[in-house]
């Protein structure tokens, strides 16, 4: 009854409703509920809504208001990871999180310029039969340029209905190529593996999506019938994932312990620890400038626990953990509620993890007739590290 209540006043913007939000409230059985610890600021923000709804000169809703407080409210917290999901992010995120999209079947990162970069075509793909490759710097999609997109921009807009198209512009060798590529809707692999040599298994974690722990389990399987005593896991320009998913990947092969664990602000903590198994094999984990959040948690577990040689460039530095609260009608509220740290206690919130042999990239990274880090791994490994 007094939510009702409170809505009910706050629509109609009652003097008295403000009075109400900014005093406590007694609910039934002699319970106190209190809005906010400052009153006055509350009692401001209320005002100024009545002095923008009855005094700008064109119309708006009481809901673009209040969707725009909103976005304020969390946009004020200066951290780049709350916010608010709605729209075409909302989407975007919960794609990502599912490894679900519909697109083109191409991983991007940033290139050496401004404009983003194909990585990876995966095979029986549209962008594969289109005839996009590895290495094609991606000019405009749809006309509109991608340096003034950005990477994050330029995922969004490749991805889109299945059965649409895209127009694509790329730069080849130095040449300028255009492609149109029809969108389909498909499931991005997570994890892919080779072997680098006869004993060195070489496996890719592209980000910790939901099959992630099942598929590297596949691949790490597979690598070591086909003889793979040694192993490389790359997760550079790797964004991270699920926690869950970082921890089963940990769980196949580190020891047991504490992988992560992370604090609240209240001092409450919880860790997330693994049975793990029993002789971990000789490993090199490569990471760079976008390796973030669950490629930090399983590097920094590496290192740790000293099980395992990190290989490139400094990490990332994203060390927070984030809630997502669906409420319902295509938007989420996600939240940083904690920040994580190593096995060791490290912090890496705009740190991140230093590796333990730095190279410098060089070469087209996954490739390995020319990808600096990669032969630095392989060096590593054979030498016995």
């Given amino acids: 009854m007094m939510k009702k209540q409170i809505w009910h006043y706050f629509k109609n913007y009652a003097p008295g409703f403000a009075l109400g939000v900014v005093c406590t409230a007694s609910l039934a059985g002699g319970a106190v509920f209190r809005f906010t610890d400052d009153p006055k600021a509350l009692f401001t923000f209320l005002m100024d809504f009545q002095e923008i709804k009855q005094n700008y000169f064109r119309p708006i809703e009481d809901k673009t208001l209040f969707a725009g407080a909103s976005q304020g409210m969390f946009a004020s917290v200066g951290d780049p ?22 697109g083109i079947g191409v991983v991007m990162g940033q290139g050496e310029n401004t404009r983003p970069v194909i990585l990876k075509v995966f ?15 991606l000019l405009s999609i749809d006309g509109k ?3 003034a997109m950005g990477l994050t921009g330029t995922a969004s807009a490749v991805r889109g209905e299945k059965g649409t198209t895209v127009e694509i ?27 680098a040599s006869d004993d060195i298994g070489y496996i ?14 596949d691949q790490l399987a597979s690598l070591k019938i086909a003889g793979a005593k040694k192993l490389i896991i790359d997760v550079r ?18 020891t047991k312990g504490t992988v992560v664990s992370y604090h609240t602000k209240n001092g409450e903590s919880e860790s997330y620890d693994i049975e793990g198994i029993e002789t971990p094999l000789p490993m090199a984990v490569l990471i760079d ?38 409420t319902g009608e295509q938007k989420a509220l996600k939240i940083s509620i904690a920040e994580y740290r190593t096995p060791s206690g490290k912090t890496i919130d705009k740190v991140g993890i230093h590796p333990d042999v730095e190279v410098t990239q060089t070469g087209f990274p996954f490739d390995p007739s020319t990808d600096s880090v990669y032969q630095k791994a392989i060096e590593v490994l054979s030498a016995g590290c």
Avoid: C, W
Avoid at 125 to 136: I, V
Avoid at 204 to 217: E, L, M, N
């Fill in 123 to 137: 095979d029986h793909g549209s962008a594969h039969e289109a005839g996009l490759a590895a290495g094609d710097v």
């Fill in 81 to 102: 990871y709350t916010m608010v999901l709605s729209g075409d992010a909302y989407e975007s995120f919960m794609q990502s999180a599912m490894g679900e999209y519909g």
């Fill in 237 to 254: 320009m790797n964004p991270g994932g699920m926690i869950h998913a970082v921890t089963d990947v940990a769980n196949q092969i580190l």
């Fill in 169 to 195: 512009d790329v730069e080849r060798n130095g040449e300028v190529m255009h492609f149109t590529v029809e969108r389909s809707e498909i499931s991005m692999p997570t994890v892919q593996s080779v072997m």
């Fill in 145 to 147: 340029e991608t340096d």
């Fill in 289 to 326: 400038k976008n390796s973030a959040s669950a490629s930090e948690i399983l590097a920094g577990a590496v290192q740790d626990k000293q099980e395992g040689t990190i290989i490139g460039e400094n990490s990332y530095g994203k060390g927070t953990v984030q809630a997502v609260f669906d």
């Fill in 204 to 217: 890719h974690i592209f980000s910790f999506g939901k099959h992630t722990a099942d598929d590297f389990r």
